[in-house]
């Protein structure tokens, strides 16, 4: 008796469908926020930020910080406490919000691929393009703050190294992972990339950036301070960077309950937006 052609077929099994899922989300949004216009942006922004640290460094002078200090202070405020959150807000509301809204992501769900593959595609690769930009925005001030060092007598040594940039750009891609995650689960809860737009402002705002500041154990319950305790006993740091990102040395979460808090918060978020996300109804634009 001979085999149909249907008993000779193979169907592609579940983990092959996912990672071509995974691979064409996380491409096709890549090349969404690899646009030239959106990185003469980025450029723009970036300038702004050496300006402001170059700036910073040397209205230092008569405060005595070391080039290193100055540098760890505007990484950790400037970038980790105020872009980073609303770079992966932007992100997150561009790949999944506006996809949405337009009915463009329609196209990419007819494909036999899993929805999860998607989303996770999606969301990693906002969190990639928010990553990127911190890698930038830490060297570029790492060459700034050194090559002003080397060149002015007034700055005092130590030079931030490689070192501790790199240990930055780790800490702010655990950041980018988290705040990638929690803000694609926020706009897909919401009907209106606007209504996400805002409640991402005010949870950046204030939690992020008032909450983390106050006194007391609730800043442990914050992003910022948990992405903090990451690197905050580096060797190179001085005191005075502990004061401006902690008021209370006590009070600073160890390592290994900030890394416990961040990854269990980030799959919880996942979840969520899994959970949204594959019983969503998303047509076509008109």
Not at 2 to 26: A, E, V
Not at 261 to 266: A, M, Q, R, T
Request: charged share 10%; proline share 6%; aromatic share 10%.
């Amino acid at each position: 008796m001979s085999d149909t052609p249907h008993s000779n077929s193979k169907h592609p099994s579940l983990i092959s469908t996912f990672i071509l899922g995974l691979n064409l989300s996380f491409t096709q949004g890549l090349r969404l926020h690899l646009k030239p216009r959106k990185v003469l942006i980025g450029i723009a922004v970036l300038l702004l930020l050496i300006s402001v640290q170059v700036i910073m460094l040397l209205a230092d002078h008569r405060m005595r910080h070391s080039a290193t200090d100055v540098y760890v202070v505007f990484n950790a405020v400037m970038v980790l406490n105020l872009c980073l959150p609303f770079l992966s807000l932007i992100t997150a509301l561009g790949l999944l919000g506006g996809e949405i809204e337009q009915g463009t992501l329609v196209y990419l769900l007819i494909r036999p691929c899993p929805r999860l593959a998607i989303l996770v595609g999606r969301t990693l690769a906002a969190a990639v393009v928010t990553h990127i930009t911190l890698v930038f925005m830490f060297l570029s001030c790492l060459c700034a703050v050194r090559l002003v060092g080397r060149g002015n007598a007034a700055v005092l040594p130590p030079l931030p190294t490689v070192g501790l940039a790199m240990h930055l750009i780790l800490v702010g891609g655990i950041g980018a992972w988290i705040f990638t995650s929690l803000y694609s689960a926020l706009t897909l809860f919401c009907k209106r990339p606007l209504v996400a737009l805002l409640l991402g402002l005010g949870h950046a705002l204030a939690w992020e950036g008032i909450v983390a500041f106050l006194p007391g154990t609730i800043g442990g319950y914050t992003f910022t301070q948990n992405l903090r305790s990451l690197f905050f006993n580096y060797p190179t740091i001085g005191p005075w960077p502990h004061r401006v990102m902690f008021r209370d040395p006590q009070l600073v979460p160890p390592v290994n309950d900030a890394l416990v808090f961040l990854i269990g918060c980030s799959i919880v978020f996942l979840l969520l937006a899994w959970y949204r996300f594959r019983g969503r109804e998303i047509r076509p634009a008109e």
